[in-house]
């Protein structure tokens, strides 16, 4: 059976560097893989390249057994992405960006109001976002991240800027992300507390 | 043999995307009003530098004032240009678009159209007054506005080309003139001259007609362009 | 053939031909200007309009052909290497973008001087082959720009690549339309239906300096393609085995 997300030889310089080389795994629907490593050791980098953002100089990442970028839209509308930056317009209220986001990529049938009362969010929708702490930003990520209808989420540092509660809740999201069937990759340099079986995958 | 991908969830319309991104970046437009004004104001400051400089010899304005106005267009719609990604780019929404599942020379069009709407329509709109300051011929105050209509948007789809590619360097925007300007020069030869030929009186339908082909061209290959620019530029 | 031009591909089977051409290329480019000079200036008759004026087309008439030809290569490879990720066919593009600017450089200065005696100017706007070239020249400046200024070379590759392949869709467009502007300059002179319509002693040195100067343009490419290839490989291991080498028999 091929697995869902799965990668061999990737490598990547940057300039001179080398970040990293010779990186494979393969993740199926259910897990979640675990990318740690210091500050500096090509964490988002190597998730960048699995998100088809970066073009790695050696290796491929496969979905589904088959090449991203030779099937990059199918892949995208498979994916989540929830990168360093939020990713919306500081200038627009949270509704204006979640419509915007709509007709970008296939949107799961969940009641809108039920995630950003679950998030938290529920008084802030029509507020700029500009307006909202860099912790409520957090959660605007992971209201995007509930709202898509995708099986794999990329997630780079998903506990940035968040309190306990957050921190408790990308935990507990995750959690069900996986027991959906969906599959997870994320890069923190803290561990994660899920049931569910974690590989890892350490950048030195 | 190549396995099978499942369905995917209902994508939504190509439409819908294009307007989505439209529409957003139309809204941010109307947040910061003053973004939009520049380009107007400047466009009509430069034309009036030309005057003071030259001397009020009306014979010559007259001579010179396709140009001129011509010229200040092309420095204008290149003034917004450095912000077409900027924005996008350093509050990331530029990821979340290039990882969207509609197609990205879509999402180009989309940014392109709202760069010209909010930078070429404007110079469109006023240069018939300009054209009157300069005392033009009346033929040429409709020959102004068409050829300009056409050749901004041209410009639009050449120049966001280069934004894409300049977007996130530090010297980005002295570059971006550099490379913009030289790939504009048909489109000012033509959309000059056109505005010359009617104020003399002549046809202006060849012009017309360059700059309307030359506009589809850029149509058809300049969002693709520019799609492969910003992956580049993003990586 | 495929495995011809997997080899040729391969960096280091690269630069040991090109080390093997360059020589001939050179030499052979040496010999064909020497002889395009000598005969133009001594036995090509001088032009019943132009006096001796005219004999600065043995280097203006090559030069500007090559400004052209220089962009084409630099586009075809950006092209080449842009699409089947090909690293060879980047160094190519970033070794034509000089050369091809200094040939457009020779062109502009040539044709300036040349327009001195005939129009009086050391610079005639109304000539629209002089504007494209003058065009050109600045779309090499805004690629040898853009390169320069991306930090990491893959990125500077790539990004320039797009830029040369719409510069090259743009260049006949400019060519076109600067000619419509105006058209004060001579006809075409070489290339006419009815044949040349220059003389025969006049237009062998040409014909000797065109090739002579392709030459000389691939002998400079390559030269500085194989620079390009040594640094790019720097940390490659054949490159270590070759300093080594050429450190053990010097």
Known sequence: MTALLSASGLGLFR???????????????GNLLLVEGANGSGKTSLLRVIAGLVEPDTGSVRWRGLDVRDHRQSYCASLMWSGHKVGCKQDLTLIENLRCERALRPIAARDQQAVFRRLDLAGLTDLPMRALSAGQQRRVALARLLLGNAELWLLDEPFTNLDAGGEALVNQLVDEHLDAGGACVMASHRGVATDRPIERLSLS | MTPDLPPLPPLPRLRDGLLAVLRRDLLLAMQRPGDVLNPLFFFAVVSTLFPLAIGPDAELLRAIGPGVVW??????????????????????SLEQLLLSAQPLPLIVLAKTAAHWLLSGLPLVIVSPVIALSYDLAPASLVAMPVTLALGTASLSLIGVVAAALTVGLNRGNALLGLLVLPLAMPVLIFGARTVSLAASGDGIAAG??????????AVTLAPFATAAALRISNE | MWIFFHKLASPPHFYALAARLVPWLAAAAALLIG?????????????YQQGDAFRI????????????????????????GLIWRMKLAHAVAA???????WFTFLALATGSIWGRPMWGTWWEWGDPRLTSELILLFLYFGYMALRASIDDPGRADRASAVLAMVGAVNVPIIHFSVEWWSSLHQGPTLVRRDGPAIEAAMLYPLLAMIIGFTLLFAALLLSRVRAEVLFRERRARWVARLVRNEGGSA
């Open chain 1, 15 to 29: 300039g001179e560097r080398r970040l990293f080389g010779d990186i494979g795994f393969a993740l199926n629907a």
């Open chain 2, 71 to 92: 010229v200040a267009a092309l420095l204008a719609a290149l003034l917004s240009l450095h912000s077409v990604f900027l924005g996008d780019f350093e509050d990331g």
């Open chain 2, 208 to 217: 017309v007609y360059f700059l309307g082909a030359y506009c589809m061209l």
């Open chain 3, 35 to 47: 002889y395009g000079t000598w005969a133009g200036l001594f036995v090509a008759p001088p032009d």
């Open chain 3, 57 to 80: 087309i043995y280097v203006h008439v090559p030069a500007a052909y090559l400004s052209m030809m220089a962009y084409m290569v630099m586009a075809v490879a950006a092209g080449i």
């Open chain 3, 95 to 101: 070794g034509a973008a000089p050369v091809g600017a």
